[in-house]
Structures are given as C-alpha cells and as structure tokens.
C-alpha cells in the first residue's frame, strides 16, 4: 500500500535528474564536503547532465556536460564521471582544503 501511495507522488523526470546526479556523486565517492557539482536538467526525452570538480583554492577545475536519453540516467551519469576521471578530477578531490 504505501509503495502505492508513494507511486503517485513520484516524478520519473526528477527521478532521472536526480540518478544521473547521484551517480555521479557515487563513481567519484564525492561526500558533502568534496568540491563536486553535478546538476541535470531534463527537455522533453533529453537529459542534460553538467557536472565540475573544482580545486579547493578554486585555482583549478574541470567541467564537462553530456547529453542523452532520459532513460538513461545512470549510464549518463556514469560515463561522465569516468570522464571527470580521466580529466584528472580525482586529483582535485584528494587535495587539501586551506
């Protein structure tokens, strides 16, 4: 019943947003104080995925985007952290903060 209930008030678009955002938080095991940002932004079947890792003295920072279908949050979410990654984001993360 309460599974029910809480079908009615669920939004698949926020659903997608908020999975592709929190994968992205998991792959780079980002806690509340690591200097990451992921926002996602759904239009009409499209996710937009936007997500910075910035260093602690704000000297350094890389942002990257990516788009696909809405159904695929967690892949999106994924490979652009694996990007982020790539990018030398975890670097960022692993410095001190001042």
């Given at each position: 019943?309460?599974?029910?209930?809480?079908?009615?008030?669920?939004?698949?678009?926020?659903?997608?947003?908020?999975?592709?955002?929190?994968?992205?938080?998991?792959?780079?095991?980002?806690?509340?104080?690591?200097?990451?940002?992921?926002?996602?932004?759904?239009?009409?079947?499209?996710?937009?995925?936007?997500?910075?890792?910035?260093?602690?003295?704000?000297?350094?920072?890389?942002?990257?985007?990516?788009?696909?279908?809405?159904?695929?949050?967690?892949?999106?979410?994924?490979?652009?952290?694996?990007?982020?990654?790539?990018?030398g984001a975890d670097q960022l993360m692993g410095e001190q903060a001042p």
């Amino acid at each position: 019943m309460l599974v029910a209930i809480l079908g009615t008030v669920d939004d698949p678009l926020s659903r997608a947003a908020i999975t592709a955002e929190r994968t992205i938080l998991a792959v780079l095991e980002a806690g509340c104080s690591a200097p990451v940002g992921a926002y996602a932004a759904v239009h009409e079947e499209e996710l937009h995925l936007t997500a910075a890792v910035v260093a602690y003295d704000g000297s350094r920072q890389v942002r990257l985007s990516a788009s696909g279908h809405l159904h695929e949050a967690g892949r999106l979410g994924r490979e652009l952290a694996d990007r982020l990654l790539a990018e030398g984001a975890d670097q960022l993360m692993g410095e001190q903060a001042p």
